[in-house]
């Protein structure tokens, strides 16, 4: 495993005027606190969005309808509304949360914040003290006037001194004794001046070395403090976006056993049930109309009821008499003798006077069909005069079946028309 780092062991410049390692550390921060920006960035945008897409659902489960249905599915569907409002109240609720995670991150920013201004505050400090000594110390306080306790003033006396010392040497050696003294008064003026600077020179050192080594100890607190600020940093972002992932997972599961209960009550729902309890509730009947019949108005037979007497016979029941007249097929049996009967018959009024019967040859036809009974298939009632009410199963005496579709029928000594689709052969 790889040993911890410090950052008080890595962030140092052998420049004593240089403040790298300081910058670069402060810049860290700087972005970290730019991260936590980013990242409550993140979490106010997704508050925003579960916020509208909670109000959505809700709304949306609100105004879905679905009243028209029934049963089952009319329960499944409500359910689905339900539990689609319990959705949507569940991302408001998830929106609340991250909203409180924001708060808990904006408040760690500012801590950090105000932690790292007290150290910025005496970093700037100690780093102008000890760039203002050490210029003090080293530089000179002009091009043409260098200050009295920087090393260069030290320098330039110890050469003067020098200079002094070796002038008096020569002159002594062979000037005259006023020049001699003269020059002796100098290099001792020069020495004096050297060892003044060397003291002040000292001094400025010494002066720097305590501030030096203030600014070692308070950059080596920093950098501690500044480790100890992005270790924190660190922990509480990785926390944070582990708790959204979580919560987020969460939601999930959330949003899933609330459809599973839909899921539960469409097992529920039948088909078959829901069609039956329709039938059930809605039904208007079990048997559609009869087929509407076509109805020949030569054809129809009026059956004259007894009630009443006045009614004429139809243009039908004309017809089916003038067929008698001309020897027609339809002629029964009863008729005919009657016709002939007729004419046999000697007319009082007629002066006695014999009139010879007629053998008019009847032309081939077809067999005029013999009385059967029927059974009723379908209610009927009547719609004219001449038609017969008749009921399902009635037994029915077929007199005539009409081509037309209508039969004559007898039933209990009533004679109509009914429609011949309704009867069934016994």
């Given at each position: 495993m790889m040993p911890q780092l410090q950052f008080r062991d890595a962030f140092w410049c052998r420049d004593i005027t240089a403040h790298t390692g300081y910058e670069m550390l402060l810049q860290r921060l700087l972005d970290g606190r730019k991260m936590c920006k980013d990242v409550e960035e993140l979490l106010r945008q997704r508050a925003q969005a579960e916020e509208r897409y909670g109000k959505d659902l809700v709304q949306i489960a609100r105004k879905a309808g679905g009243q028209t249905e029934i049963n089952s599915l009319r329960a499944s569907f409500d359910s689905l509304k339900q539990q689609m409002e319990d959705v949507g109240s569940s991302h408001i609720q998830l929106a609340l949360a991250l909203r409180e995670?924001?708060?808990?991150?904006?408040?760690?920013?500012?801590?950090?914040?105000?932690?790292?201004?007290?150290?910025?505050?005496?970093?700037?400090?100690?780093?102008?003290?000890?760039?203002?000594?050490?210029?003090?110390?080293?530089?000179?306080?002009?091009?043409?006037?260098?200050?009295?306790?920087?090393?260069?003033?030290?320098?330039?006396?110890?050469?003067?001194?020098?200079?002094?010392?070796?002038?008096?040497?020569?002159?002594?050696?062979?000037?005259?004794?006023?020049?001699?003294?003269?020059?002796?008064?100098?290099?001792?003026?020069?020495?004096?001046?050297?060892?003044?600077?060397e003291r002040a020179y000292r001094q400025s050192i010494e002066q720097l070395e305590k501030v030096r080594a203030e600014w070692e100890r308070e950059h080596r607190t920093t950098c501690e403090a500044f480790q100890l600020q992005e270790s924190d940093r660190l922990t509480i972002l990785r926390n944070a976006l582990w708790v959204h992932c979580n919560q987020l997972s969460m939601q999930c599961v959330k949003d899933d056993e609330f459809y599973e209960e839909v899921r539960v009550t469409l097992e529920g729902c039948s088909v078959e049930a829901d069609i039956n309890s329709f039938i059930?509730?809605?039904?208007?009947?079990?048997?559609?109309?009869?087929?509407?019949?076509?109805?020949?108005?030569?054809?129809?037979?009026?059956?004259?009821?007894?009630?009443?007497?006045?009614?004429?016979?139809?243009?039908?029941?004309?017809?089916?008499?003038?067929?008698?007249?001309?020897?027609?097929?339809?002629?029964?049996?009863?008729?005919?003798?009657?016709?002939?009967t007729d004419t046999l018959t000697p007319t009082p009024n007629r002066n006695e006077v014999v009139y010879a019967a007629v053998a008019v040859p009847e032309v081939p036809?077809?067999?005029?069909?013999?009385?059967?009974?029927?059974?009723?298939?379908?209610?009927?009632?009547?719609?004219?005069?001449?038609?017969?009410?008749?009921?399902?199963?009635?037994?029915?005496?077929?007199?005539?079946e009409g081509e037309d579709g209508w039969w004559t029928v007898e039933r209990n000594g009533q004679r109509g028309f009914v429609p011949g689709s309704y009867l069934e052969k016994l």
């Open positions: 995670e924001l708060r808990s991150l904006e408040e760690f920013r500012e801590r950090q914040k105000e932690q790292r201004k007290k150290y910025e505050a005496v970093m700037d400090r100690v780093q102008k003290s000890k760039l203002s000594l050490y210029k003090k110390a080293m530089e000179p306080q002009s091009h043409t006037s260098p200050h009295p306790q920087s090393k260069k003033t030290y320098e330039q006396k110890c050469r003067d001194a020098d200079d002094a010392e070796q002038a008096f040497e020569r002159i002594s050696t062979n000037g005259q004794q006023k020049q001699v003294e003269k020059s002796q008064n100098k290099a001792k003026q020069c020495k004096d001046s050297a060892t003044e600077a059930q509730a809605k039904s208007t009947g079990t048997e559609p109309p009869a087929p509407v019949p076509y109805q020949n108005y030569y054809d129809r037979e009026v059956a004259l009821s007894p009630s009443s007497p006045g009614i004429q016979p139809s243009c039908g029941m004309i017809k089916r008499f003038s067929g008698l007249l001309h020897g027609s097929s339809k002629t029964t049996p009863l008729a005919a003798s009657a016709a002939s036809g077809p067999r005029p069909p013999t009385a059967q009974d029927y059974r009723a298939l379908y209610d009927y009632t009547a719609q004219n005069s001449d038609e017969l009410d008749i009921s399902a199963g009635d037994i029915l005496e077929v007199i005539l």
